[in-house]
């Protein structure tokens, strides 16, 4: 589990193949100083013995046509033209449940000391005003979540979850798995 501090017994479960979390992360680099995202699809599912639900995003589909920059992306229509595009072509009875971006090292973009980049807080897993603001207009329901993927010296590339817990967006507990499970 990630974040496993931040889950609570409550909250639906989200499971992530690995291969989108990787997949993220590869974009995320080859962005280099520019944010970048996509849309998470899968399956929203229920345990045959317990009946609870839990998600499980199967795949994601790399953000066409954004205007990006090192602090901002912006999803336009033809971006989620696109997005819908790719999944009917799956054919594979998925849903799109939620969005990933990225930050890249804000230390590094300002020229920090190298010294310095290990204590910044600007290397912080956040979400901004503007991701709530755009998971709440697309993807406000209960089981829709979000991926961030950040950058900075300390850390390296490390992915966080976010998602609705009682009205707020807010880092959530996920799990990931490497097979075709839940598919």
């Known amino acids: 589990m990630h974040d496993a501090s931040s889950g609570l017994p409550d909250d639906m479960p989200i499971i992530v193949a690995q291969r989108v979390v ?35 995003i199967t795949a994601q589909i790399a953000a066409l046509h954004t205007d990006a920059s090192s602090m901002k992306l912006t999803f336009t229509a033809e971006t989620w033209g696109a997005a819908r595009t790719a999944l009917a ?5 998925e849903g799109l449940f939620g969005w990933w971006h990225s930050h890249p090292d804000f230390c590094r973009l300002r020229n920090c000391p190298m010294d310095r980049r290990q204590r910044c807080l600007s290397g912080s897993r956040f979400f901004s ?4 603001a755009l998971t709440a207009a697309l993807f406000g329901r209960a089981f829709h979540c979000a991926l961030l993927v950040s950058d900075s010296a300390a850390t390296g590339l490390v992915a966080t979850m976010f998602g609705w817990r009682r009205g707020s967006v807010v880092s959530r507990a996920y799990h990931t798995i490497t097979s075709n499970q839940g598919e």
Not at 30 to 56: M, N, P
Not at 89 to 93: G, I, S, T
Request: net charge negative; charged share 40%; proline share 0%.
């Open 129 to 132: 005003g503007e991701d709530v």
């Open 89 to 93: 072509l799956r054919r594979r009875d």
């Open 22 to 56: 990787d997949e993220a992360k590869d974009l995320a680099r080859q962005a280099g100083d520019l944010e970048t995202g996509g849309v998470l699809i899968g399956k929203l599912q229920r345990d045959a013995e317990s009946r609870a639900f839990f998600l499980v």
